[in-house]
């Protein structure tokens, strides 16, 4: 079952497939070369990246999305409501672009970090279950204790790290290790 649309806007795609295939039989490139390298242009670190499923719940790693934008765009290709961890410094954020969406396909909010009041002030009326956490390890033990089988919890920041030197793919990494640590601790 795809619980996210593709990435790629398929306009965009088929020029490019279309390039692809003209050039290959100009420069007598295999298919198979092509193929990968089409593939390969649509994988992008920490963006929609499923990272596991453990206890029927699919845990994807979106820390890329720093911004409003990025986050409604994830929000744009979700089919179905998730456990929604996000955060850190909203301080310069308008979040009141995503209230509509969110609305509708988050079920869960939890906020990681202590510069959270924009998020707070913007969703804790229209989300129900709206829950304030430390750091990223705590966000996931609390998604993991709401989230029923096939819910997904998605890691969609919205807005930059409260850590000054923290990127993205920092807390990406970090969230995918602390899913593989539960994995870990529930197969055992």
Not at 19 to 30: M, P
Not at 36 to 64: K, W
Not at 97 to 112: G, M, N
Not at 175 to 187: A, G, R, S, V
Request: glycine share 4%; charged share 30%; proline share 2%.
């Amino acid at each position: 079952m795809i619980y996210f649309e593709e990435l790629t806007n398929t306009r965009l795609k088929k020029p490019s497939s279309m390039v692809a295939g003209i050039s290959s039989k100009i420069l007598q490139i295999r298919k198979e070369s092509i193929k990968q390298s089409l593939s390969d242009l649509n994988t992008i670190g920490h963006r929609q990246e499923y990272v596991a499923t453990v206890d029927g719940v699919m845990y994807y790693d979106d820390s890329r999305a720093e911004n409003v934008n990025a986050t409604w765009f994830t929000f744009q290709n979700i089919v179905k409501p998730v456990i929604w961890i996000a955060g850190g410094n909203d301080r310069n954020s308008d979040f009141k672009d995503l209230k509509s969406i969110a609305k509708k396909k988050v079920k869960v909010l939890i906020c990681i970090g202590k510069y959270n009041a924009n998020l707070k002030k913007t969703f804790q009326k229209d989300i129900k279950d709206f829950y304030e956490v430390e750091n990223l390890e705590e966000a996931v033990d609390t998604a993991a204790f709401l989230a029923k089988k096939d819910d997904i919890v998605l890691f969609s920041p919205a807005c930059m790290s409260d850590k000054e030197d923290e990127t993205y793919i920092e807390r990406g990494n970090l969230f995918t290790k602390t899913i593989k640590n539960l994995q870990n601790e529930c197969h055992q």
